[in-house]
């Protein structure tokens, strides 16, 4: 069995919430855990549970992407019903991306224009896994926010990096997997508001 789970997003700064991460679980042997690959059919089912009374306070949640989901046409439809069906939420999908970008690269374009045109927002997901901007440049120009995934042996100046990124394109620059009272730490040193992980909260699971 398949559940989403809703973890928030949070503003230091402002001490409140600003969106939430639609995240899949499998529950085994009577126990929730996240799952680390989402295939095709269960993605697409879950997004199809959501039904019309689903509400939150919160103006936004996410849902998030392999760059195969992203462009398949099933999903697509289906994310693109849902922004309809939750308005005037703001659904934001989260673009996951990989080393096969520069193959995709214009496709991945061309679908971010295609959700942006029916009010869906663009992130783009683990920016600690990119290692060529330049090829991601053109997909910049459709997205509002950049995710960096932080853990124990992530390098403080990748992060910096990322931010000095974010701030000349004006994106919402958001870290996320924050665990420990360290990583939490580092974030308030670079002076980064925008935060998610276990360290502020586990998520519960979505009423379908």
């Known amino acids: 069995m398949y559940r989403f789970f ?11 919430l600003t969106s939430s991460e639609l995240i899949v679980f499998k529950n085994k042997d009577n126990r929730w855990k996240k799952c680390k690959n989402v295939n095709r059919e269960i993605l697409l089912n879950l997004v199809r549970s959501i ?21 398949d046409p099933l999903i ?17 999908v989260e673009l996951t991306t990989n080393k096969s970008i520069n193959r995709q690269i214009n496709a ?3 679908q971010a224009e295609n959700y942006r045109q029916h009010g869906i927002q ?31 042996d992530t390098n403080p100046q990748l992060i910096k990096f990322w ?6 394109k004006h994106l919402r620059y958001i870290v996320y997997n924050v665990s420990t009272r360290e990583e939490n730490n580092i974030l308030y040193n670079f002076t980064i508001p925008f935060r998610q992980g276990t360290y502020y ?8």
């Open 6 to 16: 809703d973890q928030p997003q949070l503003n230091t700064s402002k001490n409140s």
């Open 51 to 71: 039904g019309p009374d689903f509400r939150t306070k919160l103006p936004s949640v996410s849902i998030n992407c392999s760059q195969n989901q992203f462009i």
């Open 76 to 92: 697509s439809d289906a994310l693109i019903s849902l922004q309809h069906q939750i308005f005037p939420l703001y659904l934001r």
């Open 108 to 110: 991945l374009v061309a």
């Open 122 to 152: 663009i992130s783009i997901d683990g920016a600690d896994q990119i290692t060529n901007l330049h090829v991601l440049m053109p997909l910049l120009e459709q997205t509002r926010e950049i995710k960096f995934m932080i853990h124990k």
């Open 163 to 168: 931010q000095i990124v974010t701030r000349k």
């Open 201 to 208: 909260g586990l998520g519960h699971e979505l009423s379908m």
